[in-house]
Each structure stands twice: as C-alpha cells, then as structure tokens.
C-alpha cells in the first residue's frame, strides 16, 4: 500500500507531514505534479513530474494506484475516480471521502462552480489552519495503523 499525492496543490505543511510519516512508517509516498516538486532525500519519498495540462497528473495517479493505496487530494472528481478504484482518498485538511459522502460532494462541488461562473461567489478555500493539519495528520496516523495491522495479518 502506498500514499500518491495530488501535488500541484498541495500544501507545503501537509507535505511535511506526508514525508515525516513516509521515514517513520517506511510507507512509499509519491508526489504528482506538473511541475518540479522539492522533496526531502529519502527511500520513500519520490516525485513523478508529467505533462502540463488538465486532469494530467490526475490521469497519471488513477491509472497508478490499486486497492488499498491512499490518495491525498482536494480534487473532488479525483478523489471519486479513487474511491472507484477501490483506493482511499483524503483531503489536505483530513476530510475522508468515501462511497457514502463522494457523490454528495461532487454535487456540492459542481454547484459552487456554477455559482462561480455565474459570479455569484468568489474566492477560494480558507487557508489550512492547524486544526486541518492536526486533523489530517490523524487521519494519516489512522490509516497507518491500518495498514500496519493489514500487513501483520
């Protein structure tokens, strides 16, 4: 089981995150992006640059991962096509996106788009506070120990 991660928009906390887990659990992390990505000198920690252009680096995660692997994102398309892989997704801020809420956030997210390009709505996300990165870094430590336990097993 490995950790892919959404890396275009990812947050440089949560890497930090992402790249002490990978040392201590010596759990793969691969980060994709279109663009070069500064990663820490490590066995487990490796970057994958692919082509510029829509839904590329996505393409290249779906068509990695398998069952089991975990994907970190806040592409919510992404995180569906993920969850049907039979893969786990995660959000920078530690939400789970799962087979219950998946289709209701894929709603919620064509909606706000709507609305955004109709210019009802502007701006973006709030920046990540230490409460998501404490959440997601439970999360982490949450399916860690999962993956621990499926291995002894």
């Given at each position: 089981m490995k950790i892919w991660v959404d890396a275009d928009a990812c947050p440089i906390g949560i890497k930090e995150i992402l790249f002490r887990a990978a040392r201590?659990?010596?759990v793969t992390v691969t980060l994709v992006a279109n663009q070069p990505i500064r990663i820490t000198p490590?066995?487990?920690?490796?970057?994958?640059q692919v082509?510029?252009?829509?839904?590329?680096?996505?393409?290249?995660?779906v068509q990695q991962i398998i069952a089991g692997d975990l994907v970190i994102t806040a592409d919510i398309?992404?995180?569906?096509?993920?969850?049907?892989?039979?893969?786990?997704?995660?959000?920078?801020?530690?939400?789970?996106?799962?087979?219950?809420?998946?289709?209701?956030?894929?709603?919620?997210?064509n909606f706000m788009e709507?609305?955004?390009?109709?210019?009802?709505?502007?701006?973006?996300?709030?920046?990540l506070s230490a409460t998501d990165r404490r959440n997601f870094a439970n999360t982490?430590?949450?399916?860690?120990?999962?993956?621990?336990?499926?291995?002894?097993?």
């Open positions: 201590r659990a010596r490590s066995p487990y920690i490796r970057s994958v082509a510029a252009g829509f839904d590329v680096a996505d393409n290249y995660i398309p992404l995180a569906a096509s993920v969850i049907e892989s039979g893969a786990l997704a995660i959000s920078p801020r530690g939400e789970e996106f799962t087979p219950n809420n998946i289709k209701q956030r894929l709603g919620m997210r709507e609305l955004r390009g109709a210019g009802q709505l502007r701006g973006g996300p709030a920046p982490l430590d949450r399916w860690l120990a999962q993956r621990d336990q499926k291995i002894r097993s």
